[in-house]
């Protein structure tokens, strides 16, 4: 079993549609979740990070972590064509050790 | 400024042959990786440095060998090329030592490899 699990999608939404993209994972010891966004032949570009369980915000993106369920998500409201990417979820064990990458969703948002 | 780049980008070479893929960064980073992202998109480690010194080494075929000659650079040489090592190859960085940096890695640009 892979430690980190993602949907590969793809996933198809019209433009203005709130997307959920999910992963889960099998290792408790994770306390650092990652979001990241990889545009068609660019390298991955970190979205959001949170810490341990709860929700945080940042514009149309809200990332939620529930450690007890051992799942974590990222929502995109008001979706825009320009959102069309993969969204990789990583996570951490702690500072300065090795990145667990989820195997990305692939978003494409219809205008 | 480029913060991280990699030097080819693109690369087609034949089954058996030797080719090297070079990634330096600007960012003051002490912490470098490679990274193989498969067709289904799937982002592998392969190495971690950390201040010239290899922290992690996957499980990697020894086909593989990364060199760091400073800080800033980890280079990756690839002997007796394969089809399966097909892929897009990314470099990033880190600064693992300072908690609000750590999350963050940065990543080059990607070096498409094509072995025929």
């Known amino acids: 079993q892979k430690e980190v699990e993602q949907d590969p999608g793809p996933l198809s939404v019209p433009e203005g549609a709130i997307v959920s993209l999910n992963c889960t994972y099998s290792?408790?010891?994770?306390?650092?979740f990652m979001w990241y966004r990889q545009y068609s032949r660019k390298g991955p570009e970190l979205l959001m990070y949170?810490?341990?369980?709860g929700n945080k915000e940042d514009g149309r993106f809200t990332a939620q972590v529930d450690k007890s369920s051992k799942y974590i998500s990222l929502f995109i409201r008001d979706s825009q064509p320009s959102d069309s990417a993969t969204y990789l979820c990583?996570?951490?064990?702690?500072?300065?050790?090795?990145?667990?990458f989820g195997t990305g969703t692939s978003l494409t948002v219809i205008p | 400024d480029t913060a991280v780049s990699q030097t080819p980008k693109y690369l087609v070479t034949q089954m058996g042959n030797d080719k090297s893929i070079k990634c330096e960064q600007n960012?003051?980073?002490?912490?470098m990786y490679w990274y193989k992202q498969d067709s289904k998109k799937f982002l592998k480690i392969m190495f971690s440095?950390?201040?010239?010194?290899?922290?992690i080494n996957e499980t990697v075929p020894n086909r593989f060998s990364p060199k760091s000659p400073d800080k800033a650079h980890l280079n990756l040489h690839i002997n007796s090329l394969e089809l399966g090592d097909s892929a897009v190859y990314f470099c990033?960085?880190?600064?693992?030592?300072?908690?609000?940096?750590?999350?963050?890695?940065?990543f080059g640009p990607g070096t498409r490899l094509t072995v025929t």
């Open positions: 990033a960085s880190s600064q693992a030592g300072r908690l609000a940096d750590s999350y963050e890695q940065y």
């Open positions: 290792n408790s010891a994770f306390q650092y």
């Open positions: 949170t810490y341990s369980s």
């Open positions: 990583a996570m951490l064990k702690g500072v300065g050790n090795q990145f667990y």
């Open positions: 960012l003051g980073h002490d912490t």
């Open positions: 440095y950390n201040n010239k010194e290899l922290i």
